[in-house]
């Protein structure tokens, strides 16, 4: 059996989110940025192949990723957190795979960057995915 692939996985957060009406992009800021202001940025780190029994067989999977949330004032950012939340709360539709439910694991407060013009507010939440062949 072939090691799981990471795309799958990366491609059912893009999908979830997107299909959640929000504007993503995948480590950097979409472009061109939406008029409202209001996006999301998905980081993901390179996933890990779990045995799913002593016989070795590493056909589970997980992948960690942070979902960072943007918009003009904190109000729009927990916007499109909850959009966020309420995409990520189903089981994923992950190809070829079975997928449990995303875990919620949290993330800091919202914070303002003045490193931009005009400042933007961002929140940033980590979640993991699973699944299994």
């Known amino acids: 059996m072939a ?31 939406p008029s409202t202001g209001i996006y999301v940025v998905v980081y993901f780190d390179p996933g890990q192949a779990l ?31 909850q959009r966020t939340r309420t995409a990520l709360h189903a089981p ?3 190809a070829g795979r079975t997928a449990w ?10 914070q303002r960057d003045d490193d931009v013009s005009p400042p933007l507010y961002f929140l940033p939440v980590q979640y993991r995915l699973q699944s299994t062949a």
């Open 51 to 81: 045995t799913e029994s002593l016989a070795d067989a590493r056909t589970d999977f997980t992948l960690s990723f942070q979902v960072t949330c943007v918009g003009p004032t904190p109000e729009k950012c927990r916007w499109a957190t």
């Open 3 to 33: 090691a799981p692939d990471i795309k799958p996985h990366v491609d059912a957060v893009v999908t979830a989110l997107a299909g959640a009406g929000l504007v993503v992009g995948d480590g950097v800021a979409p472009a061109p940025v």
């Open 101 to 110: 439910r995303p875990e919620e694991l949290g993330g800091p407060p919202i």
């Open 92 to 94: 994923l539709a992950v």
